[in-house]
């Protein structure tokens, strides 16, 4: 991941040179990508940054000031304000719980419609541990495939950590997948980055992860995922991770697929696991071989009877290497910081998957 890192401290390319239009044309699904909370908020960012096409983009809080910092090509949602009059939630998960039930209307108007909803929120805080589950029943209760994509604190937050337990717990009661991030693995991963860099290395994975898949779902691209493919892993899918590979050269596919293999974000395998979508960028010099051979070194670690699609696309700015992001549901046995993670819930959407049968 070091083209990724270099990235965020701006000492590389950005991923897309496209701008963000922000607008879903009339023949496409609709696909809302929320951020709640400072991190989520912050996620969003990295996504316009990124030039993400294809979502509708939002961040919600109940910090007037953090929301002012945030790229105006996002739709902005100021809750609770007559909680909190507009300074935050201090920590408290249950008072952004409290705002997001108070303004539920808001947030309902930016969902509505929408058949694929992403949420992006930092576990641990008081708004994004509150109120992403209040989005997610909300997403839910419109018919929306609804992917929570969310960071866990580092073990020196131990405040924060049972939050984020609690919250997580929450979430998996609504959303149909709930991707984590744990932000301890970056530090086993790459121990000499900062705090500061990791929060920001942390958002820039999961911008890539949304604003990839997003991209083969809306765009023309040399292999495309579609609306259809998303549902059928995501859809009940339970516990997730991120896996992020690079590789440069002749050996670009192997140094890219092994680096999807270390490079997990969770601390899980990818043996057992129900289901992956994998993408792949690559530059003009992309072949089609490239991109089956980097998906089969992937797959072969996984169950065989695993639903797996795949998607790539060429950008230019790729050209001599190969990034694949691989978003894994479904996963059994993981753990966050040593402890393993309750799987006794049952998932939004887990009951319901045979009616895909229907459609």
């Known amino acids: 991941m070091e083209d990724l890192i270099k990235n965020v401290l701006g000492e590389g390319a950005s991923a897309n040179e496209s701008g963000n239009d922000g607008v879903m044309s009339n023949d496409q699904i609709k696909i809302v990508t929320i951020g709640v909370g400072g991190g989520g908020n912050n996620t969003i960012n990295r996504l316009i940054k990124f030039g993400v096409k294809g979502t509708e983009l939002a961040v919600v809080n109940t910090d007037m000031e953090h929301l002012n910092i945030i790229n105006d090509k996002a739709k902005k949602i100021l809750i609770g304000k007559s909680i909190t009059k507009g300074l935050g939630a201090g920590g408290f998960p249950d008072v952004g719980e409290k705002a997001a039930e108070v303004d539920k209307p ?174 792949i960028t690559g530059g003009t010099d992309l072949t089609l071989g490239d991109a089956i051979q980097a998906g089969e070194q992937i797959t072969d670690r996984m169950d065989h009877e695993a639903n797996i699609k795949w998607g790539a696309r060429i950008m230019d700015n790729y050209e001599g290497k190969l990034e694949i992001v691989a978003i894994v549901s479904g996963v059994k046995g993981a753990s966050i910081a040593g402890q393993p993670i309750d799987e006794s819930e049952t998932y939004a959407g887990a009951v319901s998957s045979s009616a895909l049968e229907l459609l």
């Open 106 to 279: 808001l947030i309902r108007e930016v969902l509505e419609g929408a058949q694929l909803v992403f949420i992006c929120a930092g576990m641990g805080g008081g708004t994004g541990g509150g109120a992403a589950p209040i989005v997610a029943e909300i997403a839910k209760e419109q018919g929306a495939i609804t992917i929570a994509m969310v960071t866990y604190p580092f073990n020196l937050e131990k405040a924060r950590k049972k939050k984020a337990e609690e919250s997580i717990k929450k979430l998996k009661k609504h959303a149909d997948s709930v991707v984590i991030l744990d932000n301890n693995r970056l530090v086993e991963l790459f121990p000499n980055l900062r705090i500061s860099e990791a929060f920001a290395v942390a958002d820039e994975i999961l911008a890539r992860a949304i604003g990839g898949l997003v991209w083969t779902i809306t765009q023309p691209s040399l292999i495309n995922i579609d609306f259809a493919d998303v549902r059928s892993i995501m859809q009940g899918g339970g516990v997730g991770f991120i896996a992020v590979g690079e590789g440069r050269g002749n050996e670009k596919v192997t140094q890219a697929a092994e680096g999807v293999i270390k490079n997990r974000l969770l601390d899980v395998d990818f043996e057992g696991a129900k289901g992956a979508l994998i993408h």
